[in-house]
């Protein structure tokens, strides 16, 4: 299929995380992050913050352990998995995420460009907590190779 473009504002997955303290204690010390706001309550606090955040491409974190899988990603938007790259990524947050938040996740196809020997899809992730605030997007770019 060469024109996805009929798929553009497709859901390709929703799912839902709860924030774990121990996986915000491992993203940080996967990135080797040092700031005592994402693994010191009081410290956080005392900086205005309701406990310990998560840091910034906690995102990932949560698709890993929540969402889809490159696998099923890849079914979804029917692409070989063995010609995808890694575009892009960005994070937009819009308010705190910290432990004990359910997130819920909807990962929608924004956009779909067909470049002479590469497919480009624009997927974004919008993340709302459990009182239905939105409190992170998640804007990728997927590239599959012709």
């Given amino acids: ?44 606090r005392n900086m205005g913050y309701r406990d310990i955040i998560a840091p ?20 979804n938007l029917k692409i070989n998995p063995l010609k995808v790259l890694h575009g892009g990524q960005e994070y937009r947050y819009l308010g705190e995420i910290n432990p004990g938040d359910k997130i819920e996740a909807r990962c929608t196809l ?3 460009a067909d470049k002479g020997k590469m497919h480009i899809f624009h997927l974004e992730t919008i993340y709302q907590n459990q009182h239905g605030k939105t409190v992170l997007v998640s804007l990728s770019t997927v590239i599959e190779r012709k």
Avoid: H
């Fill in 110 to 112: 924004k956009g779909f």
């Fill in 1 to 44: 299929m060469s024109n996805y473009n009929g798929l553009v504002g497709t859901e390709l997955s929703r799912f839902s995380f709860t924030v774990e303290r121990g996986k915000i204690r491992e993203m940080v010390l996967a990135i080797g992050d040092d700031n005592p706001v994402y693994t010191d309550t009081e410290y956080a």
């Fill in 56 to 75: 910034p491409t906690f995102g990932t974190c949560m698709d890993f352990w929540g969402g889809q899988d490159f696998m099923t990603l890849c079914l």
